[in-house]
C-alpha cells in the first residue's frame, strides 16, 4: 500500500517550451502533497506544498508563475514547469501525506522526474 | 548554517559491519524525525520514524534521537550490499511548520563484499 507514482519519469524538453510532471497516489487519498527537487549529491529541497482543491503554498525563492501546481483530486497533483531553461534541469519528486490514518506528517514519495532542458 | 547538517559520505564498509549515520540540527523546535533511503534515481523511502527522543528498533534499524544534544543517529546492524544508498535524516513538527519535512543532503552508503 501507500504507493505514489510519478509521470513521466524522464523528459527532455527544448529551452522555451513548458513540461507537465503528474504525481498520482495510486491507493489513497491525498489532500496535500508536495513537490521537491533534488540536485546531484544535495538534498530535497521543498518548493511547494499543494492542498486539493485551494491554491499551492510556495516555498520563499520558488516562482509560482513559473511552476504552475494543480492538485485537482485527492489523487492527482500536477507541476507544470513553464518556460523552461536550462537551469531547472533536476531531478523533481513528489510526495504524498494520506488523508486519513498513518503517522503525523507521515509522506509517501514518488519515484522522481528527471528534467532535462537543452 | 543549515538547519540540518549531515555528512554526505562516501562512507565504506565490508558487510556486516555495524554502520553509523548522524545528523545535528539547530531547530530545537523539531519534534519528529524520519530516516529515509534513496536508491540512485529514485525516490526515498522511509525508514524510521521517531517522534521527541528516544530509541527505536526494527529489524536491523535502529534510530536514536537526543533532543537535548540536537542529534540523531541512524544505525544498521549486519549491513548488506543491498543497503547501500543515500541515507537522508528528515525533520518536521515545528510550531507553524505544518507538515513540513527539512532534509539533511544525505550520506552516500556503499556496503562492500
Known amino acids: 500500500g501507500a504507493v505514489v507514482s510519478q509521470h513521466p519519469s524522464w523528459v527532455i524538453c527544448k529551452s522555451g517550451t513548458s513540461v507537465k510532471i503528474e504525481c498520482r497516489s495510486l491507493?489513497?487519498?491525498?489532500?496535500?502533497m508536495f513537490w521537491y527537487r533534488q540536485f546531484p549529491k544535495q538534498s530535497l529541497m521543498l518548493m511547494a506544498t499543494?492542498?486539493?482543491?485551494?491554491?499551492?503554498?510556495?516555498e520563499q525563492g520558488v516562482e509560482k508563475d513559473k511552476f504552475l501546481i494543480n492538485h485537482a483530486s485527492l489523487t492527482l497533483s500536477t507541476l507544470t514547469v513553464t518556460s523552461a531553461h536550462p537551469e531547472d534541469s533536476s531531478f523533481y519528486i513528489c510526495?504524498?501525506?494520506?488523508?486519513?490514518?498513518?503517522?503525523?506528517?507521515?509522506?509517501?514519495f514518488g519515484p522522481g522526474t528527471r528534467l532535462t532542458v537543452l | 548554517q543549515k538547519e540540518v547538517e549531515q555528512d554526505p559520505g562516501p562512507l565504506s564498509v565490508p558487510e556486516g559491519a555495524i554502520v553509523s549515520l548522524n545528523c545535528t540540527y539547530s531547530?530545537?523546535?523539531?519534534?519528529?524525525f524520519m530516516w529515509y533511503r534513496q536508491y540512485s534515481r529514485k525516490g526515498p523511502e522511509l525508514l524510521m520514524y521517531?517522534?521527541?527522543?528516544g530509541n527505536k528498533e526494527d529489524g536491523r534499524f535502529t534510530a536514536q534521537v537526543d533532543k537535548s544534544s540536537k542529534y540523531i543517529s541512524l544505525f544498521i546492524r549486519d549491513s548488506q550490499p543491498s543497503d547501500s544508498a543515500t541515507y537522508l535524516c528528515?525533520?518536521?513538527?515545528?510550531?507553524?511548520?505544518?507538515?513540513?519535512?527539512?532534509f539533511g543532503t544525505g550520506t552516500q552508503l556503499k556496503v562492500e563484499l
Open positions: 521517531t517522534y521527541s527522543s
Open positions: 491507493d489513497f487519498q491525498a489532500t496535500t
Open positions: 528528515a525533520m518536521s513538527g515545528y510550531p507553524g511548520g505544518g507538515n513540513k519535512l527539512t
Open positions: 510526495s504524498a501525506r494520506p488523508s486519513t490514518g498513518g503517522a503525523y506528517n507521515e509522506q509517501f
Open positions: 499543494s492542498n486539493e482543491g485551494s491554491k499551492a503554498t510556495y
Open positions: 531547530n530545537s523546535a523539531f519534534q519528529y
